[in-house]
């Protein structure tokens, strides 16, 4: 699985939109990017994920670069729940195994 | 329907003693995995395990850890002799059959204390 890296920290204030950059510039062709948060010790939570077109839900957005060598994850409208660690994790396709392999995150901190 | 359940969600071992971690999938779920967060540090993928079948222990210990998931029942993450190194919380997620799923949903973890 490609290596992915983040910024370690990362403020925003509370009710603008959060832009979290992951460069994954190793990724290969059948690679998918996923992103979870894990708020304050609690289990891991999904958040999202695309192969190569962006993607939304109600949680968050997925933006891919057209090269697929980096990603940004939006949260439209931070909230201070919203305060957690980000990993943007990248993994092979389903069949492929299904361990996620978590680096450190960037440290999001939502201030009011 | 419920989320992953993890049971105890605290638990105090000496060391030498034996823990045992146990973890029950969302409802139709049938693949499970084990990661362990030490403190200060990342999350570590120790083990993937379907129905009776290990897939996946290439992050396991070499020695004292084994994870089962029994036909009945729930999944086990067993500590043999415990040290203070393997304090740790524990995290078990589980994630349907279905060819093409790609969320893993996490349990609130299991904290191990090792006095």
């Known amino acids: 699985d490609a290596k992915t890296t983040q910024p370690p920290s990362m403020d925003c204030a509370e009710g603008r939109a959060a832009n979290l950059p992951c460069n994954h510039s190793?990724?290969?062709?059948?690679?998918?990017v996923y992103w979870y948060r894990q708020i304050h010790s609690q289990g891991p939570q999904y958040i999202i994920h695309?192969?190569?077109n962006n993607e939304t839900n109600e949680m968050a957005s997925l933006i891919i670069t057209e090269d697929r060598k980096s990603s940004t994850l939006i949260l439209p409208h931070a909230t201070l729940r919203d305060t957690a660690v980000y990993y943007c994790?990248?993994?092979?396709?389903?069949?492929?195994?299904?361990?996620?392999?978590f680096g450190q995150g960037t440290e999001l901190s939502v201030k009011p | 329907n419920a989320g992953v359940m993890q049971n105890p969600r605290h638990l105090v071992r000496r060391r030498g003693q034996e823990a045992r971690l146990r973890c029950s999938p969302m409802?139709?779920?049938?693949?499970v995995y084990w990661y362990r967060q030490l403190p200060e540090e990342g999350l570590k993928f120790m083990v993937y395990?379907?129905?009776?079948?290990?897939?996946?222990e290439s992050g396991m210990p070499k020695e004292r850890f084994s994870a089962e998931f029994p036909k009945e029942g729930p999944s086990i993450l067993r500590i043999q002799q415990v040290v203070r190194g393997d304090s740790a919380a524990y995290f078990c997620?589980?994630?349907?059959?279905?060819?093409?799923?790609?969320?893993?949903?996490f349990g609130p973890g299991t904290r191990l204390t090792v006095t």
């Open positions: 997620a589980s994630s349907p059959p279905r060819e093409g799923s790609h969320e893993q949903y």
């Open positions: 409802k139709g779920h049938s693949h």
């Open positions: 190793t990724i290969s062709g059948n690679e998918y």
């Open positions: 695309g192969l190569k």
């Open positions: 994790i990248v993994r092979g396709a389903y069949n492929q195994g299904g361990k996620l392999i």
């Open positions: 395990l379907q129905k009776e079948n290990i897939i996946d």
